[in-house]
């Protein structure tokens, strides 16, 4: 089986199309094959396994959107696989077909839960499978909007490092490795992390413990530096082209448009899309934006910001990804004499007279003004401060030019 990529076959995307294509069916299947794009780091992770040359804890970094656990799962299943091929698993044996459903009794997961609702994973597995095998791009938000209804942070505790001691000193059950993957383990406090540390010092024969991260710097040092560490790249532009004209349907232009956009992050790929009809709302939010916080209009911006606070948060999440957007594109139209931007034809001509606005005075600090109100929606801030608040820091920085 060949890995997906920009060379995918027809054949392929016909298989991954009607794997995906009903919703809420379980249709996951850890392969390789159906990571979005990363074709060196699969060579990579395949030849590891063949090698024999394990590294006995690795932390897969990169942004959840980047597939960083689907490369995990698949690397697992391949480790497993008792007739793997040159490229993949076979997909069928007993042991992928228990990898598959995550049932595997020598993979085992750890993952952050809400206290209040569950003080280890064991309790939330049959959420975790459910989510994992229906789609494993996800980040720590859309998991906890999942699992708590209140939201509350999620964090792994002590009880959780103490069920994985427990776990991992047991003999594995069917003869080969036992794996323990742990996913966000940036969300480990500090008994979790230093019990986990003792674990990493003394390795266990033919223990795995893969840790998936999206970022180290809230790690111990200690940590990072027992593992070997996998840099998971942003997903590659034609894979992500592919990946959403054949397995979503869209239309090559909207493909082009959205993979050039989201930075190789399949998350805000999938985000982008789910609003895509609304993508005439945004510009005309945006638009509208700029104007009433040009002419300093406080009522108008007061009322644009009441307007915005009405919709939902996932259409406002995905407004200020488009606000950000618009920024760089008008940065790229200034400074480059061919044009780099990727953009609408409409979107273009209102570049055209907006694009001055945007100088190298004022764009990192509305690039942070939309970064951090993306930071704080995902959070559950009170949309109607933020945006309110959002107009008058564009007021100023748009005045800065
Ligand atoms: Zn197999």
New binding site residues.
């Given amino acids: 089986m060949k890995i997906l990529g920009a060379n995918v076959n027809a054949r392929q995307t016909c298989f991954l199309v009607l794997s995906r294509a009903k919703k809420n069916t379980y249709f996951y299947t850890m392969h390789f094959t159906q990571v979005v794009g990363q074709q060196k780091l699969k060579a990579r992770l395949i030849s590891e396994v063949n090698s024999g040359k394990i590294g006995h804890a690795q932390m897969f970094l990169g942004k959840p959107g980047y597939g960083g656990l689907a490369l995990a799962l698949a690397f697992v299943q391949y480790l497993f ?4 091929h040159e490229t993949d ?5 007993a ?2 077909q228990k990898v598959k459903k995550l049932q595997h009794p020598d993979l085992n997961f750890s993952f952050p839960s809400v206290q209040a609702v569950s003080k280890v994973s064991d309790r939330l597995l049959l959420e975790w499978r459910e989510q994992v095998i229906e789609d494993p791009y996800f980040d720590l938000n859309m998991w906890v909007k999942k699992i708590d209804t209140k939201e509350r942070t999620p964090i792994i505790s002590i009880h959780e490092s103490k069920e994985i001691i427990k776990k991992l000193t047991l003999k594995s059950y069917e003869g080969g490795y036992k794996v323990l993957l742990m996913w966000m383990p940036e969300e480990m406090n500090e008994a979790c992390a230093n019990q986990l540390l003792k674990t990493l010092e003394e390795p266990l024969q033919k223990t795995l413990v893969i840790l998936v991260a999206e970022s180290s710097d809230k790690i111990l040092q200690t940590i990072i530096s027992r593992t070997q560490s996998v840099t998971i790249p942003r997903v590659e532009m034609d894979p992500m082209r592919v990946f959403l004209c054949s397995e979503k349907k869209v239309s090559t232009t909207t493909a082009d448009s959205i993979s050039a956009r989201v930075d190789g992050d399949l998350i805000d790929a999938l985000e982008a899309l789910g609003d895509h009809v609304d993508q005439a709302e945004n510009k005309k939010l945006f638009i509208e934006l700029m104007r009433v916080c040009y002419k300093k209009n406080v009522l108008d911006m007061m009322l644009w910001a009441e307007s915005i606070a009405k919709t939902g948060k996932e259409h406002q999440k995905v407004f200020l990804k488009y606000a950000l957007h618009m920024f760089r594109q008008s940065l790229l139209r200034n400074y480059t004499s061919d044009h780099l931007t990727k953009v609408s034809t409409d979107e273009d001509l209102f570049l055209q007279n907006f694009a001055k606005f945007i100088t190298g005075n004022n764009i990192v600090e509305f690039m942070k003004t939309f970064n951090d109100g993306h930071y704080h929606i995902v959070r559950n801030a009170n949309s109607k401060i933020l945006f309110t608040n959002l107009c008058f820091q564009v007021m100023r920085h748009i005045h800065a030019a």
């Fill in positions: 696989c008792e007739n793997k698993s076979c997909g069928e044996c042991s992928c």
